[in-house]
């Protein structure tokens, strides 16, 4: 069984960092990427960025830019730098594991409990 546990998440004011970790366990076979999710309170889960084991990147446009994702394969480690952080960037995070190289929530089976990120004006 795949368990997933985020770290790394806080309060910063805007223009601040933050740096994720998630640490997967159980890692399935045939689900090679991994990915971060945002949730803020009334909206949709959104992608924010995924890594494939091949080094494949892809980050939601909002992220471009300001957002970095890393994974270590060998000891099945991803990480998330967030750079700038804007007020609009609130939320929970999540990391996920797919089959899947997709930023939709809906390819992804298995979910960390997330991290809230809170960035103040």
């Known amino acids: 069984q795949v368990q997933l546990v985020e770290s790394g998440g806080g309060s910063v004011q805007g223009g601040g960092s933050l740096r994720f970790s998630c640490v997967a366990s159980?890692?399935?076979?045939?689900?090679?990427?991994m990915g971060w999710f945002r949730q803020a309170p009334g909206k949709e889960r959104e992608g924010v960025a995924v890594?494939?084991?091949?080094?494949?990147?892809r980050y939601a446009e909002f992220a471009k830019g300001r957002f970095t994702v890393s994974k270590d394969n060998d000891k099945n480690i991803m990480y998330l730098q967030m750079d700038s952080l804007e007020p609009g960037d609130s939320g929970m995070y999540y990391c996920a594991t797919s089959r899947v190289f997709s930023l939709l929530p809906a390819f992804y089976s298995s979910w960390g409990q997330g991290t809230q990120v809170t960035v103040s004006s």
């Open positions: 159980g890692y399935p076979a045939g689900s090679p990427c």
């Open positions: 890594v494939d084991n091949d080094g494949s990147l």
